[in-house]
Structure formats: structure tokens, C-alpha cells
């Protein structure tokens, strides 16, 4: 098969994943598949396995037994109906919802009087979701506007044995014992976590002038907001929904960031590798037309610090497999420029060989015309005195992560007539 050329550098699970997605789809039954006319990502967030105490700091991941979990979304476009993703991907065995509800946030767990509605999947209030599989509900009429916050409730009433996660939400999830699913105050949800549970997208439908789909941001820690303001939606995908809304251009944005994930290997905690799960995370959300790719840091940094450093060759080959995938797909893919790290405390992320692959890795995106475009968050965020450090004012304090102001300086390096 002539694809497997850009193949020979990844692992091969990697290659795996990646032929399927390309061998087994056209692109015109790709299209179909994702329904563009009428859903579109209004929220989104991309799950890993549990992983109960995260690098010391312990989660609910363990599971979850006779608890309702209440978790707060903001969506990106509006829309006349709406519908919830559940993922048990991770899951050891069948994940039993017993029932969801859906309706608008008030605040912290609270819910809006009268905007709460009941969630079905296949006309019935509990489900079961298969290992390895995602459950999308029923349609629930509930009119929302772009940048509008809603508060999903998940009742499980017996264990669900570990719960497929995300483990840096950057928001306030609550937790009650019991069903606590129609309460619209929040006094039973008395526990907290900044972790996510087994919600994986809020999909929006219905007539909205000018719609124009889904993007996608796709990458690692930097993509899913680490370090920026907890519960006040300050990540760049978040920064560019609100220009997509300042400019009239209704577009369902969605997060596929994970912390600390890298292109081509996976790691405990962190994730499946970029190239495994583009298909999944990126490929398959509802509407999607563009794929915003920033990766390779922690490729780089990891590396350094392992003794097995990766060569730019050996990412610029994960890019171009995502690039391919993409493109078979129908997919507008868009490579974002790996953003400084100099000055980083972390093992491996302050190194010469380090920086020199991340250059000639820039060097590629930039140059090669592989990408149907790109956005260069690198020149956005650098030092123009040192420009392999991240500017003062947008350093949330590691040199590696974007604060607030970053974060939008990103989000306003984007130019919105490419996407």
C-alpha cells in the first residue's frame, strides 16, 4: 500500500491504527458517518484510562457506586437541540448509566429553574455501554446560546468498576451520593474533583446561520489548558470560540487536548499516542471540517529525559500520518508551530539536542506545504530577545505552559478565514 512509506518511523500499533483509518473508510461514507448537516461539536473533551491518584493527586477515576457525578460544560455554538456522549473506551467491563439529565448551569452545581431535562438513550433512561465504546443519547430539545454553560448529571446506582476520565478538566466537578439527577440546588453535591468522568462531548443541532461545523484542537497539555484560571474557560480552543462568536461565525469548537500526550508513544496517565487516537478524538467528532494539530513537546522533552531521545525525522512522520489520515478523511488539517520551553525546571525540556529537534520540527511545519496551513503559536509566545523562551507576561510559570494571556494570544494567532 503506498501510504505505509510515511509509516516506518512510528510504532506499530501506530501504523495499525492509522491504516484502518484510512483502508477501511472512504471518504464519502466518512461524511455520512459524521452527519455534518446536522450535529456539531458544542463541547468536547478527550479521555484517558483510570488512573485513580494522579502523580499524587488523587481523583475519582477508581469508579463510582450509587453517586451522581455533575459536571459543568460551556458550549461554543448554539442550536436548537442537544445530545451527550458517554464513553466507557477505558472501561474493564459494560458501564451502567442508570439516567442523565441535562439542563442550564446556574451556579457552581446548581441548575437553572425549569431548564432541566431528562436524557434518553434509545427511548429509555439507563444504558449500557460496552467496553471499548461511546453511547450518544437521544435528541433533548433545549434551545442554547453559543458561549452558553450547562450542567450534566450522570446517576450510576451499583459499581462501574474504573472510570474512562480526564484528568485536567480546568473545571469544578461535583459529586453526590445517591440520585441526585433532577435536584436543581446544589446541596448534596458536597465533594469535588478537576477531573472529568466518562463525558466525552455535548453535540448542538439545528438551524444556526452560518454554521460552519466543527474545529478541532488537537494536542497535549498546552491544547487542554493546564495551568490556565480553573472554571473560568480561558484555554486557547475556548479564546477561539469566543472570536468565532465575536465574528459571526457560529463554530463548534472542541477540546482534544491531554496533558502530557505525546505523538507517537503512550504513557500511564497521559494517554494513547496522538497518531493512535486521532482517528477517534479528532476524525470522528460530530461535523468536523478543520483539525488544529499541536504536539511533539512532550515527544521531545520525555525523550531527553528517558536517555531515548526522538528525532525530528521520527515526528515529522507522526505529523505527516496525521496529515494523511486527515485528508483521506476530507479533513482541513492545520499544524500548529511546538511553543517554547526553554527555562523549564522539568528533566528533559530545557536541552540543545532537545531545541534543535524542536527547530527543525518548526522549520518542517512552516515550510513543507504539508499542511493544508499553519498557525505559528511558537512566534506568538516567543521571547522576541530569546526566542527559544516563552515572553514573561504569557508564562503561567514553568516556561512550558501558557497563562490566560497566552492562552488568548494563541487563540488570536489563528486566522479565522483558514479554518
Not at 483539525?291 to 521531545?300: A, H, M, R, S
Not at 529537534?357 to 515550510?367: F, Q, Y
Request: aromatic share 8%; proline share 5%.
Amino acid at each position: 500500500m503506498l501510504l505505509r512509506g510515511i509509516y516506518r518511523a512510528l510504532p506499530a500499533a501506530a501504523v495499525a491504527a492509522l491504516l484502518a483509518t484510512t483502508a477501511t473508510t472512504s471518504p464519502a461514507a466518512a461524511h455520512q458517518g459524521r452527519d455534518p448537516g446536522r450535529w456539531a461539536g458544542g463541547w468536547g473533551s478527550s479521555l484517558i484510562a483510570a488512573f485513580p491518584d494522579y502523580f499524587g493527586e488523587p481523583n475519582w477515576s477508581g469508579g463510582f457506586d450509587n453517586h451522581s457525578v455533575r459536571q459543568v460544560v460551556r458550549l461554543s455554538r448554539g442550536g436548537s437541540t442537544v445530545r451527550i456522549r458517554v464513553s466507557n473506551v477505558y472501561g474493564d467491563g459494560p458501564l451502567r448509566l442508570t439516567g442523565a439529565t441535562i439542563g442550564r448551569a446556574a451556579e457552581g452545581a446548581a441548575v437553572r429553574a425549569g431548564s432541566l431535562r431528562s436524557v434518553t438513550f434509545r427511548g429509555r433512561q439507563s444504558t449500557v455501554v460496552p467496553a471499548g465504546r461511546e453511547a450518544s443519547s437521544d435528541t433533548v430539545a433545549l434551545r442554547v446560546s453559543p458561549l452558553e454553560r450547562l450542567t450534566v448529571t450522570l446517576y450510576f446506582d451499583g459499581p462501574t468498576g474504573p472510570a474512562t476520565f480526564h484528568p485536567f478538566a480546568t473545571a469544578t466537578v461535583y459529586r453526590a451520593d445517591g440520585d441526585h439527577r433532577f435536584d436543581r440546588d446544589a446541596a448534596a453535591f458536597d465533594e469535588t474533583s478537576t477531573s472529568s468522568y466518562y463525558l466525552s462531548g455535548v453535540d448542538v443541532s439545528g438551524p444556526t446561520k452560518g454554521s460552519r461545523g466543527t474545529v478541532v484542537a488537537f494536542g497535549d497539555s498546552i491544547t487542554d489548558g493546564a495551568l490556565s484560571t480553573l472554571d473560568a474557560d480561558n484555554r486557547y480552543p475556548d479564546e477561539l470560540a469566543e472570536r468565532l462568536v465575536a465574528a459571526g461565525r457560529p463554530t463548534g469548537v472542541v477540546n482534544a487536548g491531554i496533558g502530557g500526550n505525546k505523538v507517537l508513544t503512550d504513557l500511564p496517565g497521559f494517554g494513547t499516542a496522538g497518531v493512535e487516537r486521532f482517528r477517534r478524538d479528532a476524525l470522528s467528532q460530530p461535523g468536523v471540517r478543520t483539525v488544529i494539530v499541536l504536539e511533539g513537546i512532550n515527544d521531545i522533552g520525555g525523550g531527553e529525559a528517558a536517555g531515548t531521545p526522538v528525532t525530528a525525522a521520527q515526528l515529522i512522520a507522526g505529523h505527516q500520518a496525521l496529515i494523511r489520515a486527515a485528508h483521506w478523511r476530507g479533513v482541513r488539517i492545520i499544524g500548529a508551530t511546538v511553543t517554547p520551553s526553554k527555562g523549564c525546571p522539568y528533566p528533559g525540556y530545557d536541552t540543545a539536542r532537545g531545541e534543535a529537534v524542536r527547530d527543525a520540527l518548526n522549520h518542517w511545519i512552516r515550510t513543507s506545504g504539508e499542511y493544508d496551513a499553519v498557525f505559528d503559536y511558537d512566534r506568538a509566545l516567543a521571547d522576541p530577545d530569546d526566542p527559544d523562551r516563552m515572553r514573561a507576561e504569557f508564562d503561567a510559570g514553568d516556561a512550558l505552559h501558557p497563562n490566560d494571556a497566552g492562552m488568548r494570544a494563541m487563540a488570536e494567532a489563528v486566522d479565522l478565514d483558514l479554518l
